[in-house]
């Protein structure tokens, strides 16, 4: 199973953690954990390259975080909020349809 744990201050989401493989399918055919990763890797990518917000994340075998860092000015600040609650959404509706394989969770982080 993934789990992604979402991270806000307050009501705002400042970041993620992904860990885990789905365990839909063997490798390659795991449609649960494609759509997770595109996902996932495509907010990083909106953030990083459209917001061109200066952000640290990791990635590793099943996994993949990324947190906005709390000096991050205000405009890039909504920005990469606003990507980041489009990844929630499409996260939650593939955890509507595949529980068994996808878990979220929300966590509060201090500032």
């Given at each position: 199973?993934?789990v992604i744990t979402?991270?806000?201050?307050?009501?705002?989401?400042?970041?993620?953690?992904?860990?885990?493989?789905?365990?839909?399918?063997?490798?390659?055919?795991?449609?649960?954990?494609?759509?997770?990763s595109a996902l996932?890797?495509?907010?990083?990518?909106?953030?990083?390259?459209?917001?061109?917000?200066?952000?640290?994340?990791?990635?590793?075998?099943?996994?993949?975080?990324?947190?906005?860092?709390?000096?991050?000015?205000?405009?890039?600040?909504?920005?990469?909020?606003?990507?980041?609650?489009?990844?929630?959404?499409?996260?939650?509706s593939v955890e509507?349809?595949?529980?068994?394989?996808?878990?979220?969770?929300?966590?509060?982080?201090?500032?």
């Amino acid at each position: 199973m993934t789990v992604i744990t979402v991270c806000y201050r307050g009501n705002s989401i400042a970041g993620f953690k992904a860990k885990g493989h789905s365990g839909y399918a063997e490798r390659g055919e795991d449609i649960v954990c494609a759509a997770i990763s595109a996902l996932t890797q495509t907010a990083v990518l909106g953030i990083t390259e459209l917001v061109k917000a200066d952000v640290q994340y990791s990635v590793s075998d099943g996994g993949l975080c990324l947190m906005l860092p709390s000096s991050l000015e205000e405009d890039a600040r909504e920005r990469a909020e606003l990507i980041l609650g489009t990844m929630l959404l499409g996260l939650r509706s593939v955890e509507e349809k595949y529980s068994d394989y996808l878990k979220i969770i929300k966590r509060e982080v201090k500032a």
